[in-house]
């Protein structure tokens, strides 16, 4: 009897619990799983491009259709590029910095002892696990995962198999995750922004929320309208497959000599929607990561952040300039050229709020007495890899420039380093920073500190290259060169091959060190790293109620470093009186 | 992990309905429900919106577009829907459970008259893939009698803690804003079906 | 640590840049006669967006240099935060202006004019995998496309029906775009399955074909030569085999080639 109650409780309080520090570790350990496996699959896209016709040893028992022999075929490459892509921008990139670290740590530094929503939120944990599960099986069905790209755009997303391996039942499956995942994402966003607003302790005003819990509120408003646009889009899509209805489906179409059963549909509405949604997640994905990097950035600094006001007011800027630049992805699709201009003018607008966020950071650094730690060398790391992506941006908003340069490795090179690199840094930083708090150990700096280097050496070595391979004119989500102009560019690509496998190995050092510190590591103080915000001035890791039965009372701003504290101290505790 | 060293944790605090009319506002009455509601009207605003532009995109564009002649009891079950908003009203001001139990029963005749509205459109062969009207009719009346039928399990759930005396009255409130929300959005889309569809 | 840090930001910096600068990679030469705006406009940008790259870059190294392990006082950025707001936005918003003034044309000049009259009119038809080119022939007008007769084992690639059609009897149907120099071109893109794209790095083109929607492109090709025409937009298992060949031929010798290809009638 008392064995059964206590299994009950632990179910209760490890697995379906509503507390929102297990939901963040929780989809922090879905974002890991989802990292490796995203990893894992760049891996063999990479080889497959480096030496094509070389077999991968055990791949041919995993997938006997796609890589039979372990050679991977044209249609498995695509499968693995569609999968990489929406793995990592979905399950990763929107989990781990926004719903994980948010879900964690949003309460905490406000004062809340939970979620305003703690059953919403821990159904949306659930959901998005689903939504995971229901991608992945499409690894296992027919024909395969679908090969329409994460962008899935219609018409070769929506006529079904007859366009291809993996259209069929993948690609049904990849349209219901996604669907899933935005009702996932939509719940999470609901209680980010109503935790904000209403369950802020005293004195937490507005101006005194840390850096980090803004980027995080601003990203939820941005979630709520992307992922409640995405969802009808997606809904249509499903709709176009399995229903017979053409929402995105033109009349007319001959696919595998068979006249298509549709009529009158548009395949430019599915870019429009899924672009209104998709240049807003791209923000989803970097500004929890602009959040930490200003949290972490004075801490390590031991100096306040410059400008914390204009840091707010650019992130709300960006917000707003966020939904009016979807078009620039679509200069090239057919769209009324007139338009491209309207949209142009935007998308180079935003570089303003972003650049002035920039120099804000490198202004902290100026005279302060930074600590070189591994949180601090990826927040700084960070700094340098979105100013590289940033400014790659410069020739893809410009209409001219995209003629080139649109569909080449030029794109590939920029979002990597903007999105990809940048947030994935911002996660690192995070990592590091508050492993602490959330698992009451610490890390081990030295294999921290490694990790640091091999990986900022080894993205610049992977991505930078693909900006030349874009300038040569190489096309995009090829499975292989066979064109003759882009045969010299063949050993680049054997170069980023080698790096990439490289670089991904370093995470495995990564992997080793997070394991090892949840078991083994030192024991964490409340406050290993001297900061000024709530979390810190809780037990490390906090109570199932957060601040122990107590509420904190919040006298002074999160930027309180370079002072002269109590005790000697160079900050002030946002909670100083306790 | 550290649960086993928690302090005990303060009551959650529930203040019973006959006080609750008079302390609104007061302490333990959060607004949080009401927020969440409103952020839900928010979001469930931007799909509709995107939809919308989805068909004024799509008719455009076509020239298959034929309009589509909705039944008349469709109209019929406007009236239900909006009977049901004010019988909502007067139950919630005199915490009536009868009011409660009225508009539930409203609310699934509703979607009950949305299904047979279906079902006369499918006898006369407008199927969801005859034609891109029907498909977007459809669409949007699905998702509205998916979002009425969320509602109606909110009203339950106001039921229960009622009868339970352990009903916040911002609870109620947020309850009632999503059931009107549910009634203007509907107005909204039959006059949207009605001129475009 | 922090000088170590400074230094491989700086080498990093420099090593990239240099790349770029020196053209170790970079476009195939130009052949169009509005490629040379559009290279002008991305050298511009490269310009740009190097200077502001490598000062973004020197200026992190530079800071983290001086100030990591650093124990003295800390100091505030010389006027706080009003410079770096006024430097971005000076220095981008000009940036942004000339940008999109200049650009603008550039676009403009290639998209927002129409094709020159007498241009060559080319229709285009793109599918799962591979591109066809249709000539007018000998009438200079084109038979109709019908779906229905849209047969690849036939070989009727778009969907002609010469046996009702007698403007369709004589266009020319080839697997290569082959086109005379310095006379503009017109082409006009179909799809017939899913989203395509038509790229000729060296002549500076780049446009999705959409199904459903017929959508023109101009240009007009200043070298003869044989160059790569790839299909740049996803469009099934076979993407990365989707090409065709761009044969810029001399005037005579473009007539000559046309006369070959006309079918005996």
């Not at chain 1, 530094?109 to 919403?120: K, L, N, S, T």
């Not at chain 2, 550290?2 to 609104?24: F, G, M, N, Q």
């Not at chain 2, 609310?107 to 009207?133: E, N």
């Not at chain 3, 899913?194 to 459903?212: A, F, K, M, W």
Request: hydrophobic residues 50%; neutral net charge; contains cysteine.
């Amino acid at each position: 009897m008392t064995h059964v109650a206590v299994a009950q409780s632990f179910l209760r309080r490890q697995v379906f619990s509503v507390d929102h520090k297990v939901i963040g570790r929780q989809y922090l350990d879905l974002a890991l799983v989802a990292v490796f496996t995203g990893m894992l699959l760049s891996w063999l896209m990479r080889f497959h491009l480096g030496w094509p016709e070389t077999p991968v040893p055990g791949l041919g028992k995993l997938a006997p259709t796609g890589a039979a022999g372990g050679v991977i075929t044209p249609e498995y490459y695509l499968a693995l590029m569609t999968m990489h892509g929406t793995i990592m921008i979905f399950f990763v990139l929107t989990t781990a910095p926004f719903a994980g670290f948010g879900n964690f740590l949003l309460p905490l530094q406000v004062g809340a002892e939970d979620m305003a929503f703690p059953r919403i939120n821990m159904m949306s944990f659930w959901v998005t696990l689903l939504a995971f599960l229901v991608l992945l099986t499409a690894f296992f069905v027919g024909d395969g995962p679908p090969l329409s790209g994460w962008t899935a755009y219609a018409p070769l997303s929506a006529v079904g198999e007859d366009a291809g391996p993996g259209q069929g039942a993948g690609q049904t499956l990849w349209a219901i995750s996604i669907a899933i995942f935005c009702v996932a994402q939509l719940l999470g966003a609901l209680n980010f922004i109503a935790t904000t607003l209403d369950l802020r302790t005293k004195g937490m005003s507005l101006a005194r929320l840390p850096f980090a819990t803004w980027a995080w509120l601003i990203t939820a408003v941005i979630a709520l309208v992307a992922f409640a646009v995405l969802l009808p889009a997606c809904i249509l899509l499903i709709l176009d497959r399995v229903a017979g209805t053409s929402f995105f489906i033109p009349g007319g179409l001959v696919i595998s000599d068979r006249l298509q059963p549709h009529a009158g549909g548009s395949p430019l509405l599915w870019q429009h929607l899924f672009w209104f949604f998709g240049h807003p997640e791209v923000y989803i994905a970097i500004l929890p990561g602009f959040g930490v990097v200003s949290q972490i950035l004075p801490v390590f600094a031991r100096k306040p952040l410059l400008g914390p006001r204009v840091f707010i007011t650019c992130l709300i800027a960006i917000a707003f300039l966020s939904y009016t630049v979807w078009g620039h992805h679509m200069f090239l699709s057919g769209m009324n050229p007139f338009s491209a201009t309207l949209f142009s003018v935007p998308t180079l607008v935003i570089t303003i709020p972003a650049a002035i966020i920039t120099l804000l950071w490198i202004g902290t650094i100026y005279g302060a007495r930074l600590r070189l730690t591994s949180a601090s060398l990826f927040a700084l790391g960070f700094v340098s890899v979105f100013v590289t992506g940033g400014l790659s941006g410069f020739f893809l908003a410009q209409p001219s420039t995209d003629i080139y340069l649109h569909g080449t490795y030029f794109v590939v090179a920029h979002f990597h380093f903007v999105m990809g690199v940048a947030a994935m840094f911002g996660i690192f930083a995070g990592t590091y920073f508050w492993f602490p708090k959330l698992f009451g150990r610490m890390m081990n700096e030295t294999l921290g500190k490694w990790h640091f280097w091999l990986t900022f050496i080894g993205v610049y070595s992977i991505f930078m290259p693909m900006h030349y391979l874009g300038l040569a004119g190489n096309v995009r989500r090829y499975s292989a060169f066979t064109d003759d102009y882009l045969q010299p560019l063949i050993p680049l690509h054997r170069f980023i091959t080698v790096a990439a496998l490289f670089t991904g190995a370093v995470q495995l050092l990564f992997l080793f060190n997070l394991m090892r510190s949840r078991l083994r590591g030192p024991k964490a103080p409340n406050n290993p790293w001297e900061a000024t915000t709530l979390e810190w001035s809780t037990s490390s890791p906090p109570p199932h109620d957060n601040f122990g039965g107590r509420r904190a009372v919040v006298t002074h701003g999160p930027n309180e470093y370079g002072v002269t504290g109590p005790g000697g101290r160079d900050y002030l505790m946002q909670a100083e009186s306790q | 992990m550290s649960t086993a060293i928690l302090p005990p944790r303060p009551p959650t605090p529930t203040v019973p309905v006959a006080s609750v009319a008079t302390a609104d506002g007061g302490p333990g009455d959060s607004h949080v429900a009401q927020t969440g509601v409103w952020i839900g009207i928010g979001t469930i605003t931007m799909s509709f919106a995107a939809l919308t532009s989805a068909l004024v995109v799509r008719q455009s564009g076509a020239p298959d577009w034929q309009h589509l002649h909705l039944p008349a009891l469709l109209y019929v079950n406007t009236l239900v829907l909006l009977a049901s908003s004010l019988t909502l009203e007067s139950a919630r001001r005199r915490l009536s459970p009868l009011g409660l139990h009225v508009t539930v029963a409203l609310g699934l005749l509703f979607v009950v008259g949305q299904v047979l509205a279906w079902r006369q459109l499918i006898a006369q062969q407008q199927l969801l893939a005859s034609g891109p009207s029907s498909a977007f009719f459809y669409v949007f009346t699905a998702l509205h009698a998916a979002h009425v039928l969320g509602g109606v399990g909110g009203l339950l759930y106001v039921q229960r803690r009622l009868a339970a005396g352990v009903l916040a009255l911002s609870t109620y409130k947020a309850a009632a804003l999503y059931w009107h929300f549910m009634a203007v959005l509907w107005l909204y889309l039959l006059a949207l079906l009605t001129i475009r569809g | 640590m922090g000088k170590f840090f400074a230094a491989v930001v700086t080498l990093i910096a420099l090593a990239s840049a240099a790349i770029f600068a020196l053209h170790i990679w970079w476009l195939p030469p130009d052949i169009s006669t509005h490629g040379s705006r559009i290279d002008r406009q991305l050298n511009e940008t490269m310009i740009v967006a190097g200077i502001l790259f490598v000062a973004a870059q020197l200026a992190l190294a530079t800071f983290v240099w001086r100030s990591g392990g650093a124990r003295g006082p800390i100091k505030t950025f010389p006027g706080g935060a009003t410079p770096m707001v006024v430097l971005a936005t000076v220095l981008v918003g000009i940036e942004i202006l000339v940008l999109t003034f200049v650009g603008s044309k550039v676009w403009a000049g290639v998209y927002q004019t129409p094709a020159a009259p007498g241009s060559l009119q080319i229709e285009v038809q793109a599918e799962q995998f591979a591109f066809y080119f249709r000539y007018a022939g000998a009438d200079g007008r084109f038979g109709g496309m019908h779906p229905e007769l849209m047969n690849d084992a036939t070989e009727n690639f778009f969907g002609l029906d010469p046996a009702n059609d007698t403007t369709a009897r004589d266009d020319i149907v080839v697997g290569s775009l082959v086109i005379p120099v310095n006379q503009p071109i017109e082409l006009r893109l179909h799809a017939k399955d899913v989203n395509h794209s038509l790229y000729v790095p060296e002549l500076r083109i780049q446009q999705d074909i959409v199904p459903g929607m017929v959508i023109p492109l101009h240009f007009t090709a200043t070298q003869t030569g044989k160059y790569e025409l790839v299909c740049t937009q996803l469009c099934g298992l076979g993407h990365y085999s989707m090409r065709a060949y761009v044969d810029v031929k001399s005037p005579a010798d473009f007539m000559q080639w046309l006369k070959e290809q006309s079918p005996a009638l």
